[in-house]
């Protein structure tokens, strides 16, 4: 049985449902464990919530709801009960971006816009997890996303500089544009948001460095919302979250603009698989640190539904947290109810505390911000993808320098990164490595070129051919073996050996067919030998079975070898007579 066998075989309702897995469990012990974890994250999530929707362009309140509902809805229906949904930097970051081309920053219609990409997000993880398509995020390969998270998390961090700087500037539609003129105007900056936003990303630093195990953000946020209440930063000009609205998020259906929704659907489907890829590395590593299983399908369900969630509860879109899940797991959380508690602890946030976030100076929530973007730098990626490999290595840098380039429309970077990444595998698999075989001192069959071996056989080549045959490289291969016939007239056997062959699609079926009639006029024969099941089994399903003959197949090089030997000297003493 293999593990697709397996995973089919699993119960329906708890695949589909799997909160009914793990409910069952919950005793005593894991309900106080999962209430201080729920507890510990809510500490962080609330004033990073607020900063992501900062990030996203919309009022802060929107990232309160967002750490509600979809909280509880991620928990319920993910396959990963520890990992933490909510509002994130780079699902925020790309929802502004993305929305921003279509509609004013700052206006009802933007925040409408930004309602519409979470439905829209939403239902293309639901579709595809439905769809069994999780293997899509295959074609995302890690360089192309390091490259991407490594220019975003770069994007993010400058995109706070307004705010830290407590500037007031209209954004283009170009970012290094943006960067330029917030240093041209630096002079003008409002000296009690640099203070406020400096000294709070140097203690945020300062905990996470000697005193990791503290709740920095929170300590950091309260701080400097006090301080800003007592010394008056909004009346000097200073930037404040203000009013939040009193209560719990009403629930209605998103307004749905077809043609906005036309021109989203683009970024609604990167976002839709960026998100999920963060979802998916917390997801991996919850299921290797605990030895649970997870259902990329299901989990692209239980996200979807989130993000469906966070639009009928007026809010952005969300994302399995990467620092959020681990601080969930490091804080003992047994069960989803861990999420669950969490949420709880924000409906209370949302009933009695708003007011005590009136005064939560915006450049301190643009210190968080860069804060938790900081940990997603790492250049060193990159360059051990280009020790690797130069194709990752410039998939890698094409995609971290397009995604700058293309910024504020970051998604046409890791576009341009998937793209060119496919390409350069289809021109890596259309001339895979053809080795002429020979045999060193020991017996042994390796490359002949490579340790300058004599061929095997004066009328017999023997080749490996380290790829499958598929409509990319049939015609190399084709040449190949001409090259071979036209190069040594003595040439009456090519034995291919077809141990990495592991594929043969209709056009590697027909290119044989041609090459097979043209060998047989010239005196030649083509065999084989190692074949896969794959391979062997479309041979005998097609016309290829009678042409190359079950004589002409065999279990290896050796039983090859052997037996073209003894039918060269029948056929030599046979002539001799």
Known sequence: ???????????????????????????????KADFLAGLTVALVAIPQSLA???LAGVPAYYGLYASLLPVIIGALLGSSPALSTGPVAMTSLLTAASVMTIATYGTEQFYTYVILMALLSGLIQIALGFGRMGVLINFLSYPVLRGFINAAAIIIGLSQLPAML????????????????????????????????ASSLVALLAMKKFLPKWPGVLIVVVTATYLSYQFGFAASGGTVVGAIPKGLPSLSIPEVDWVASMNMLPAAFVIAIISFMEAMSSSKIIAIKTRTRWDENQELIGQGVAKVAAAFSHSMPVSGSFSRSALNLASGAKTGMASIFSALLVVITLLFFTDALYHLPKPVLAAVIMMAVFSLIDVGTIKDAWKASKPDGVSAVVTFVATLAFAPNIQNGILTGIILSLILFLLRTMKPRIVILGEDKNGVLRSARRHNLPKLRSKVTAIRFDGQLYFANVNYFEEAILYLVSHDPELKVI???????????????DMLKNLLERLKQSGITLAFCNLKKPVQDVIDRTELKDMISPENIFPSVRDGLKAFDQRLQDQDDSNEK
């Not at 954004?171 to 948001?193: C, G, K, Q, W, Y």
């Open 1 to 31: 049985m293999n593990i697709n066998q397996l995973k089919k075989s699993e119960s329906g309702w708890t695949r589909f449902l799997p909160f009914l897995e793990w409910m069952p469990k919950i005793t005593r012990e894991t309900l």
């Open 52 to 54: 992501y929707a900062q």
């Open 166 to 197: 407590g500037l007031k500037l209209k954004n283009s539609t170009h970012f290094l544009s943006d960067v330029l003129h917030v240093i041209e105007n630096a002079a003008h900056m409002h000296t009690p948001s640099f203070i406020f936003g």
């Open 495 to 509: 034995l291919v050996a077809g141990d990495a062959i592991n594929g043969l699609d209709a056009s590697g079926v």
